[in-house]
């Protein structure tokens, strides 16, 4: 089956930037879309269609996309952002939903 | 403002069905499919499928298919979905969120959730 691949944690420290990566074969056809989850709450979408930020969202959170690969930027990463981060798209038929294991960002 | 509200937790015993609720309001029910979302404990994010009300379409994934059963109720614009033969490692929280189909490239995106639904299956 299909899978979209994320480091499982990384840690920063505050004000500096936190780059996350998703993979995954089909991304050069499919959007990418970046959930925040922080414990014991729902996950909140911070990123669609690639690089578009939902209003609400801080600027200091950006997408970007190369070929296999997307990546969620924080920049000036904050206390507030330590939270696990989930991709989400499409798979190789473009019909299912498929979500990354997740990354646990740590602010130092 | 767009609120998915999910019904209670649940204590199930292994075998038994579970069928948990999301009533939606402050948009139009019929314009947007429900997906479901499993979250066991300490671990991802695990997609389920879609249900429309429009037209009851469904779309399950395929780890689900023959076990779960998506429906919706137009007059009280609410979402449900059923969960059968449970076994313990379907102990999990439960989420609904708009959004989820998906095609020519792109998907309606999860823009809004449910507060969760544990669902606790044990002896």
């Known amino acids: 089956s299909y899978e979209l691949t994320q480091p499982p944690s990384m840690s920063v420290s505050p004000g500096q930037t936190a780059r996350i990566t998703c993979s995954g074969d089909?991304?050069?056809?499919?959007?990418v879309y970046w959930y925040q989850q922080k414990p014991g709450q729902a996950p909140v979408m911070v990123i669609y269609?690639?690089?578009e930020r939902p209003s609400g969202i801080p600027e200091r959170f950006s997408g970007s996309s190369s070929g296999t690969i997307v990546t969620l930027t924080i920049s000036g990463v904050q206390a507030e952002d330590e939270a696990d981060y989930y991709c989400q798209s499409a798979d190789s038929s473009g019909s299912y939903v498929v979500f990354g294991g997740g990354t646990k960002l740590t602010v130092l | 403002q767009v609120q998915l509200v999910q019904s209670g937790a649940e204590v199930k015993k292994p075998g038994a069905s579970v069928k948990v609720s999301c009533r939606g309001s402050?948009?139009?029910?019929?314009?947007?499919?429900i997906s479901w979302v499993r979250q066991a404990p300490g671990q991802g994010l695990e997609w389920m499928g879609w249900v429309t009300s429009y037209n009851g379409n469904t779309n399950y994934a395929q780890n689900f298919q023959g076990r779960v059963t998506m429906t919706t109720d137009t007059f009280t614009d609410t979402a449900f979905m059923e969960l059968r033969s449970l076994r313990s490692d379907d102990t999990a929280v439960f989420y609904c969120?708009?959004?989820?189909?998906?095609?020519?490239?792109?998907?309606?995106?999860?823009?809004?959730w449910g507060q969760g639904t544990l669902v606790t299956v044990s002896s």
């Open positions: 402050g948009y139009t029910f019929t314009n947007y499919v």
């Open positions: 089909a991304l050069p056809k499919q959007y």
């Open positions: 969120a708009r959004g989820g189909d998906c095609g020519g490239g792109s998907c309606h995106p999860f823009d809004y």
């Open positions: 269609k690639d690089n």
